[in-house]
């Protein structure tokens, strides 16, 4: 009778030991992740408000797995080879596969990465759903980076599977839809933003209509590059197209990197400010993106917050002390724990354990939720439009990349372990250190700078890609 007891104790005590790690608020690998990441930073990113090494690893983003894209776009960051590469699902699945398991290794259990390269729709459903499962298998939450002109079947065939049940619970799109692109079913040559809200409103529809008929949510942003051309027109969009479902409007300052065939304008005519203030402008309020940093603020501007009717509520406003304090007490006790996609119940539980540690973050966390709800305009009147359906979350961002010209000297010398004293080209290494953008290379173990991969390594990437998936495939001629 005594060992099938002990059996019970050892099934309960492991039981509880699962629970214990299951539920344990940072994982040991998160927390190894986190401290690299932070030790890899240059001193001038290193602020109290830098999420990188605190909160986030940073994004990541695949390469090389599908570079072709049918429309074309005034500027394109691909090189002038990307299109002369075909769509080949084999190919799209084993780079991910190697890229993810890279990524997985160096960056932690856990990190939101973009499933890129040239148009994600171009893969075939089946691919592409393969290509986020793979993503997911190595604790990715992906990102599907998309023009967004494909149909509704496109989409049912990638959310459900054969038996017509739900591959996915939810799924993340991001869609670049701005004047600059040519080639868009319906409209090939826009003449201005406002010309393509339909096609915004028909891209948001298309999901409202996969959740309303087979449960599956999802998450959009909303991309658009920005030039002299287009600058005037940021806040129509945002006004326009914020209630269409987006949860992000995401803007790029367009930079000198890729097929240089399309450059057209002076881009630097046209300042991250400039930028910023228009998108203040639509928001129909101040977006105080210094509260939180993401890698170096030349690069990301980043504004959480939500809107209640018509007016937008910053999350974390950089100018209160309340909120600050907040902040700076979430990094300390809740920096690495996992949000996004985990289940609630888990993300729940693994709170009460931090607060249950310390106590004192409950007075906190209601003085920063007072302080929210003040802005919201009060607890009643938040109430009364969560009731009714008006309150929806809204982030802005903005991602200003870094020309070729500067990039490439750059990084040759962070490779040979040289810290420049030029000061434009010091700038430039500052900002890839703290790049919160990452792409894996496997036959190197390195991990690259988004700016990097487009400004060096695409154009070789894309001459290899070529020879290795021709379009068209031309057969030997037969001896005479």
């Not at 629970?19 to 190894?32: D, G, K, Q």
């Not at 986020?132 to 599907?144: H, K, Q, V």
């Not at 005037?232 to 269409?244: G, L, P, T």
């Not at 309020?285 to 940093?293: N, Y």
């Amino acid at each position: 009778m005594r060992v099938p007891r002990r059996r019970g104790m050892r099934t309960v005590l492991d039981a509880v030991r699962r629970w214990e790690l299951t539920t344990r608020p940072v994982h040991a690998e998160t927390a190894a992740a986190l401290a690299r990441r932070w030790a890899e930073l240059p001193e001038s990113a290193r602020t109290p408000a830098q999420s990188l090494g605190r909160h986030a690893v940073g994004c990541e983003g695949t390469h090389g797995v599908f570079p072709k894209c049918n429309l074309t776009c005034q500027p394109c960051y691909h090189s002038a080879d990307a299109n002369k590469v075909r769509i080949d699902g084999p190919h799209t699945l084993a780079e991910i596969e190697k890229q993810m398991a890279l990524l997985r290794q160096v960056r932690g259990p856990r990190a939101h990465a973009q499933l890129i390269g040239g148009e994600v729709s171009l893969l075939d459903p089946d691919d592409h759903a393969a290509a986020l499962r793979i993503m997911r298998s190595y604790g990715r939450e992906p990102m599907s980076m998309t023009h967004g002109d494909f149909d509704y079947d496109y989409l049912r065939r990638l959310a459900l599977g054969a038996d017509g049940t739900p591959r996915f619970r939810r799924v993340s799109f991001a869609a670049h839809v701005d004047s600059l692109m040519r080639g868009r079913r319906g409209i090939p040559r826009p003449r201005a933003e406002a010309d393509l809200n339909p096609y915004r409103q028909r891209f948001c529809a298309m999901f409202a209509r996969l959740r309303r008929e087979h449960g599956v949510r999802s998450y959009l942003a909303h991309n658009m590059t920005v030039t002299p051309a287009n600058v005037d027109q940021i806040a129509e969009v945002i006004r326009d197209c914020r209630a269409m479902g987006f949860q992000m409007f995401s803007f790029q300052p367009a930079a000198y990197v890729g097929d240089d065939r399309r450059w057209r304008e002076d881009f630097r005519s046209v300042t991250g400010d400039d930028v910023w203030a228009e998108i203040e402008r639509g928001a129909g309020s101040r977006l105080p993106w210094r509260a939180v940093q993401l890698g170096d603020e030349r690069c990301n501007r980043t504004a959480f917050g939500f809107y209640t009717g018509d007016r937008w509520v910053a999350l974390v406003d950089d100018a209160d002390p309340v909120d600050l304090a907040g902040r700076d007490a979430f990094y300390r006790h809740f920096g690495g724990m996992t949000f996004s996609g985990a289940p609630i119940p888990l993300v729940i539980t693994r709170a009460v354990r931090v607060a249950a540690a310390h106590p004192h973050l409950v007075v906190l966390a209601l003085r920063w939720a007072g302080r929210v709800l003040d802005r919201a305009g009060g607890p009643l009147r938040f109430a009364w439009s969560l009731l009714r359906g008006r309150v929806r979350p809204m982030t802005f961002v903005m991602h200003s990349f870094m020309d070729a010209t500067q990039v490439a000297p750059a990084w040759e010398l962070l490779r040979q372990g040289e810290i420049s004293a030029d000061p434009a080209i010091l700038a430039t290494q500052q900002r890839l250190q703290a790049c919160s953008y990452a792409m894996a290379h496997p036959e190197t173990g390195e991990l690259v700078p988004a700016c990097v991969q487009h400004s060096v390594l695409d154009p070789g990437e894309n001459a290899v890609l070529r020879r290795q998936l021709p379009i068209v495939e031309v057969r030997p001629s037969r001896p005479a």
